[in-house]
């Protein structure tokens, strides 16, 4: 059972527009939740990250807000860019040993010029 | 500051070889993990050590051993690989102290075909 779930596998925008990123997670012991950024051939990346006592974090371009009743965050991109079309991962930890991580599957994004 | 290497790149093994696949990490930190990603499936966790001189299993450990040789290195080993393993391996390291930050960080993986 997928405890981290990311339904969308891809999804296309046009520059210069805004990119939302979804997540959805079934555990209510999840405390921390990140993004991670991947292109092809290299390691995922930190993009952002939020703690469930907030319920947005801004960095630069990059929002993410969480609502816990929901049990979903979701991640805005503003404006989008070409260079942002990537692979995004969403993953959450439960503060346990070692800070385990559980990712989603991951979405496409592809921002047309 | 190169971060998490690993070595190798790109490896073809036949059904029933082995070998060991390296990680290293120059963050100073005292978590490190291993990960496969799958086409559609995310990254899953193989192993992991909280610590230097610790290591657990993770959501897949079967079919593999780790060593955590130093706080710097965590190496996986697949001792008779099968083509279930084909994938892209990612070593990750996190934490200065072990309470702190949940962020890990990726090396560039490493990607595996078992014929």
């Known amino acids: 059972d997928q405890q981290v779930k990311q339904n969308s596998p891809s999804l296309s925008v046009q520059e210069g527009r805004i990119s939302i990123l979804n997540c959805d997670y079934t555990n209510s012991m999840f405390d921390y939740f990140l993004w991670y950024k991947k292109y092809p051939a290299e390691g995922p990346t930190f993009l952002i990250s939020i703690s469930s006592i907030k319920d947005k974090n801004e960095d630069g371009r990059f929002t993410v807000f969480l609502n816990k009743s929901a049990k979903h965050l979701s991640l805005h991109i503003v404006p989008s860019q070409p260079g942002d079309s990537a692979v995004y991962f969403c993953?959450?930890?439960?503060?346990?040993?070692?800070?385990?991580?559980?990712f989603g599957s991951g979405t496409q994004l592809t921002v047309l010029p | 500051n190169a971060g998490v290497t690993q070595t190798p790149k790109f490896q073809v093994l036949k059904t029933g070889q082995s070998m060991t696949l390296q990680c290293a990490q120059d963050m100073n930190h005292n978590s490190m993990y291993w990960y496969r990603q799958d086409p559609g499936m995310g990254l899953r966790l193989i192993y992991y050590?909280?610590?230097?001189?610790?290591?657990d299993k993770g959501e897949v450990p079967n079919g593999y051993n780790v060593s955590r040789l130093n706080k710097r290195e965590f190496s996986l080993r697949l001792e008779s690989a099968a083509p279930s393993q084909t994938s892209v391996y990612f070593c990750?390291?996190?934490?200065?102290?072990?309470?702190?930050?949940?962020?890990?960080?990726f090396g560039p993986g490493t990607r595996l075909t078992v014929l």
């Open positions: 050590s909280a610590s230097e001189g610790t290591t």
């Open positions: 990750a390291s996190s934490g200065r102290e072990a309470t702190s930050t949940d962020t890990q960080y």
């Open positions: 993953a959450a930890s439960d503060g346990g040993s070692a800070r385990q991580l559980t």
